[in-house]
C-alpha cells in the first residue's frame, strides 16, 4: 500500500498496471522542438527487471542520457508512458521537485557535490539529523561499502575523478534507493579503477538486490557488469537482451559494430571470401585467421600494435577485414596471406 500511495500522491487518475517489469517504457517518445525539432527518443518499448544491472548503450546522440531521464521523470515523454511498480512515474508537470522517489540518479558533471566541503559532509548530508548516532553510523558504512572511508575528511576538490564518483554514488546510496540510475559513471574513472568499481556496483546488487540502469557507450564496461543490455540508434532500440547472446548473436549489424567491432559484409563480398549466404554476415575480429603464403590472394594492409594483440588490416581490393592477432607476431605491411573465416553471423532480412 505504501507503494501505491507514494506514486497516486502524485498522479491521481492514475490506475496500477499489474503484471509489468519494474520499469516498463510503451510507446515512449521525446521530442525536442527548437530551430531544429530532435526526436531524441522514438517510439521505444522497453522492460527493465529488478535486482539486475540493465545497461543502455550506443553511439553519441543515440538518446541514451534521454531515455535515462524520461525513466527518473526529469523529462515529460512527447508521447508513450513510463511505469514503476506499474504506476506512471511522475514528471515536472506532476510535482514540484522532479525524480521518482524510489530512485537516485548520479549524472556525469557530479553537480549534486559541495566541492568545497568534506567527502564525510558530502555523504552524511543527505541524512536527516533526527538520529546522529544512526546518522554517523550509516554514513560509515556507506563509505566503506565503496572503499573510500580513508577519504572521509578530504575535501572533495581535492580528489581524484574516480573518487569524486565514488562521492557521488555514496550520496545515491546512503537512503537506500530501490533503482540507481548512472550516466556515464566510468567516463573520468582510470582505467585501472574501473574493474575494482564495477566490481564494488555488482556486489552492493548482489547484497542488496538494488536495481542499477547505466548508460554506456563503452562496450568493455557493459559486457563486463550488464545483465541486459538496451542497444539504441537514432532514438529508437536496435537491439536488447542478454549480452553474450548479443555479442555473438546480433539481431542488427548496429549492434555487431558496436559490442564486437565486427566486420560487416554485403554478400557480394561474403562471397569474395568463399562464403555463399544472401544476407550480410558478421565475422568478428577474433574469428579470422591468417596464413603467410606468398602467392596469396590477400594481404596485410596495416598493422596497428594494441598492447598485448595487433590489430591486422587485411584484404585486398574488393574487400577489407579487421583482424585481432593474438599472440602477437612479427608481421608487416603488404606481406601476402590466405584469410580463414572461422565463425560467421547471418542477419535475418526483419533485422536490417
Known amino acids: 500500500m505504501g507503494k501505491q500511495a507514494n506514486s497516486c500522491q502524485y498522479i491521481f487518475s492514475d490506475v496500477q498496471q499489474p503484471d509489468l517489469p519494474l520499469i516498463h517504457g510503451k510507446d515512449l517518445s521525446c521530442v525536442f522542438e527548437g530551430n531544429i525539432t530532435v526526436t531524441a527518443v522514438d517510439h521505444v518499448h522497453f522492460g527493465i527487471e ?29 508521447n508513450g508512458e513510463v511505469r514503476y511498480r506499474g504506476w506512471l512515474v511522475p514528471t515536472r508537470k506532476d510535482k514540484l521537485i522532479p525524480g521518482h522517489d524510489a530512485m537516485k540518479l548520479v549524472s556525469q ?4 557535490l559541495n566541492l568545497y566541503a568534506k567527502v564525510w559532509d558530502n555523504v552524511a548530508s ?38 569524486k564518483q565514488r562521492v557521488a554514488i555514496c550520496r545515491a546510496l546512503i537512503n537506500d534507493p530501490e533503482v540507481l540510475l548512472m550516466d556515464e559513471p566510468f567516463n573520468q574513472v582510470d582505467a585501472a579503477f574501473r574493474d575494482e568499481l564495477q566490481q564494488d556496483i555488482q556486489q ?18 557493459v559486457l563486463a557488469m550488464a545483465n541486459k543490455l538496451i542497444v539504441m540508434k537514432n532514438g529508437k532500440i536496435a537491439d536488447a537482451g542478454d549480452p553474450h547472446a548479443l555479442y555473438n548473436w ?27 549466404t544472401e544476407h550480410p554476415i558478421a565475422i568478428q575480429q577474433e574469428h579470422i585467421q591468417t596464413e603467410l603464403n606468398l602467392n596469396g590472394n ?7 600494435f594494441r598492447g598485448f594483440y595487433n590489430e591486422l588490416i587485411i584484404g585486398n581490393e574488393e574487400v577489407t577485414l579487421h583482424q585481432i592477432q593474438f599472440p602477437r607476431l612479427d608481421v ?3 606481406t601476402r596471406i590466405d584469410i580463414l573465416v572461422t565463425t560467421y553471423h547471418v542477419f535475418e532480412p526483419k533485422s536490417i
Open 50 to 78: 529488478e535486482g539486475q544491472i540493465t545497461a543502455i548503450i550506443g553511439e553519441s546522440g543515440s538518446g541514451k542520457s534521454t531515455l535515462l531521464k524520461l525513466i527518473y521523470g526529469l523529462l515529460e515523454p512527447t
Open 109 to 112: 558533471g557530479f553537480d549534486d
Open 126 to 163: 543527505q541524512l536527516s539529523n533526527n538520529n546522529l548516532a544512526l546518522k554517523a553510523s550509516k554514513t560509515q558504512e556507506t563509505l566503506e561499502r565503496l572503499r573510500i572511508d580513508h577519504l572521509a575528511q578530504k575535501r572533495v576538490a581535492d580528489l581524484s575523478g574516480g573518487e
Open 204 to 221: 552492493i546488487v548482489a547484497e542488496t538486490g538494488l536495481t542499477v540502469v547505466m548508460v554506456s557507450h563503452d562496450p568493455a564496461e
Open 250 to 276: 546480433p539481431h542488427h549489424p548496429y549492434t555487431a559494430r558496436l559490442l564486437a567491432k565486427s566486420n560487416i559484409l554485403q554478400p557480394n563480398e561474403a562471397k569474395i571470401l568463399g562464403i555463399e
Open 298 to 304: 590477400y594481404w596485410i594492409k596495416d598493422v596497428r
Open 332 to 334: 608487416k605491411k603488404n
